[in-house]
Structure formats: C-alpha cells, structure tokens
C-alpha cells in the first residue's frame, strides 16, 4: 500500500461528502467511507473479471482523518494479485477539503473479490498482464 503522499491506482470514485452521511459527532459515517471504497473496488474486480463479482473480504483498516461534511472523497484501486477465481484490490480513500487541491489519504485496505458466472457460481479470472 502507498506511504508517499500521492495515491496509488486508478481514480475509480468521485462523491462528495453529505449531511446525512454524518455520524453523531457530526463528521461522516465510517460506513459510508467504506461503502464507497467497496463500490469502486468492485467496480474494478468486475472490469477486470468481465463479470459479475461479490465481495468475499476486507483487510484491517485504519482511519486515519476524519471526512467531513462537503469534502470530495476520491477512491483509488489498483489490483494487485489473482487467483483462480478471486481478485484482491488495494484501494485507497482520499479527501479534498473545501476544494483545496491538496489531497489527504483518509484509509485504505484491501478487499477481495470472487468472479461468478450467471448462476452464481464462481468462475476462473485472467491473469494479471503487464498493462494492467
């Protein structure tokens, strides 16, 4: 996962941060950061995999900022290994605070993804190529 104050991966996500997104302490909901980073991983599991994918694990994450009210959350994935059916996807959550241009990592993780075919069933994925 990226140290370096820039993100990894490809932009996958772009929302902004609502009221009713907020927890009591008034800043946004946790589970709604790692909804979206869930969405745009599985965005990604199924472009890779051509097909539809369900999310079968999430790493540990860390928090590291909070997201508040108005910030644009940015979400950046990247594969970085696949199975035989299965896709593991490091992604990346970052804000822009009051339409600044400096970006602030919030958290990340990795998420794993399983390809399944039109009956639900799980299905091989392609390798990873070099241009991917």
Same mark, same amino acid.
């Given at each position: 996962? $990226?140290?370096?104050?820039?993100?990894?991966?490809?932009?996958?996500?772009?929302?902004?941060?609502?009221?009713?997104?907020?927890?009591?302490? &008034?800043?946004? %909901? &946790?589970? =709604?950061? @790692?909804? *979206?980073?869930?969405?745009?991983?599985?965005?990604?599991?199924?472009?890779?995999?051509?097909?539809?994918?369900?999310?079968?694990?999430?790493?540990?994450?860390?928090?590291?900022?909070? +997201?508040?009210?108005?910030?644009? @959350?940015?979400?950046?994935? *990247?594969?970085?290994?696949?199975? $035989?059916?299965?896709?593991?996807?490091? +992604?990346?959550? =970052? +804000? *822009?605070?009051?339409?600044? *241009?400096?970006?602030?990592?919030?958290?990340?993780?990795?998420?794993? %993804? +399983?390809? @399944?075919?039109?009956? &639900? $069933?799980?299905?091989?994925?392609?390798? @990873?190529?070099?241009?991917?």
């Amino acid at each position: 996962m $990226n140290k370096a104050e820039e993100p990894e991966g490809t932009l996958t996500i772009r929302t902004v941060a609502m009221p009713a997104d907020t927890n009591t302490a &008034g800043d946004i %909901f &946790g589970g =709604w950061v @790692l909804s *979206q980073m869930d969405i745009a991983s599985g965005i990604a599991a199924a472009e890779h995999s051509k097909s539809r994918v369900t999310t079968v694990g999430i790493e540990a994450m860390s928090f590291l900022k909070a +997201v508040h009210v108005g910030d644009i @959350l940015s979400v950046y994935c *990247q594969i970085s290994s696949v199975g $035989n059916t299965s896709m593991a996807i490091e +992604v990346e959550a =970052w +804000v *822009q605070r009051k339409l600044s *241009q400096r970006l602030l990592k919030v958290t990340e993780g990795v998420f794993t %993804f +399983v390809a @399944l075919d039109a009956d &639900g $069933n799980k299905m091989r994925v392609a390798r @990873l190529k070099d241009s991917d």
